[in-house]
């Protein structure tokens, strides 16, 4: 079955850039996404990637994509507080019922 | 756009009775609704997938006479929790997705539910 792993805490000083990562096993993902979720909240999609795309570039965000190696990252410019939160990695694939496979989560820590 | 809204935000019962937990899409047409449970410090586990006007479908492992599930309307799905039960207690989570959102879900805020 498909499974997304990730590391599960990431402390940052502000000011610095977050990179959090994230593996997938599934190679017929199609769409990666990145979620983040705030304490007690539900999701907000940040952004997400299609397989055929090597980076997407969001204002602070950028996502990196390396298909051969399954392997996705989110880089976090210019990291503030108020980017602390779990950050999701998540990934689905074109067909069914659109089933979206989590990771596990890994927790932002922004030190002022 | 694309905002989704759950209701209760929390809600707290009492073992052995029945929680209805709602999900509404606000500004698009969700053709299909994706129920999920998260249990602490874990990720999310996916209960059961529901398409506007049918049966859902549900996960291995996820009763169906347990959790039921309706999506009655292309904007409205709800999950109920019968005969709830303190393992029960989790945060639930919704999201859409409809033919303008293309292959994104959009998630609701969650439902915190307590079973005393």
């Known amino acids: 079955g498909e499974d997304v792993e990730q590391s599960l805490f990431l402390s940052v000083r502000e000011g610095d850039s977050s990179v959090i990562n994230c593996t997938y096993t599934?190679?017929?993902?199609?769409?990666l996404y990145w979620y983040k979720q705030e304490p007690g909240a539900g999701l907000q999609l940040l952004t997400y990637?299609?397989?055929?795309?090597d980076m997407k570039q969001d204002q602070r965000l950028t996502v990196l994509l390396n298909k051969k190696d399954k392997h996705l990252s989110l880089r976090i410019a210019d990291t503030q507080t108020g980017d602390s939160a779990i950050y999701f990695c998540?990934?689905?694939?074109?067909?069914?019922?659109?089933?979206?496979?989590f990771g596990t989560g890994t927790k932002l820590q922004v030190i002022p | 756009g694309a905002v989704v809204s759950q209701h209760p935000s929390r809600v707290i019962c009492k073992s052995g009775t029945s929680v209805k937990i709602e999900c509404r899409s606000l500004d698009f047409q969700a053709t299909t609704m994706f129920w999920y449970r998260q249990f602490p410090k874990k990720s999310l586990m996916l209960m059961a997938t529901?398409?506007?006007?049918?049966?859902?479908?549900?996960e291995q492992g996820v009763e169906k006479d347990k959790f039921l599930i309706n999506h009655a309307s292309l904007t409205l799905s709800t999950l109920t929790v019968t005969s709830a039960h303190p393992e029960d207690s989790s945060f639930y989570i919704c999201s859409a997705r409809g033919l303008d959102t293309f292959d994104t879900q959009y998630f609701g805020p969650g439902t915190r539910l307590t079973v005393l």
């Open positions: 529901s398409n506007e006007g049918s049966k859902a479908t549900y």
């Open positions: 998540a990934e689905t694939y074109s067909g069914g019922y659109q089933k979206v496979t």
């Open positions: 599934d190679s017929s993902s199609t769409y």
């Open positions: 990637i299609f397989s055929n795309m």
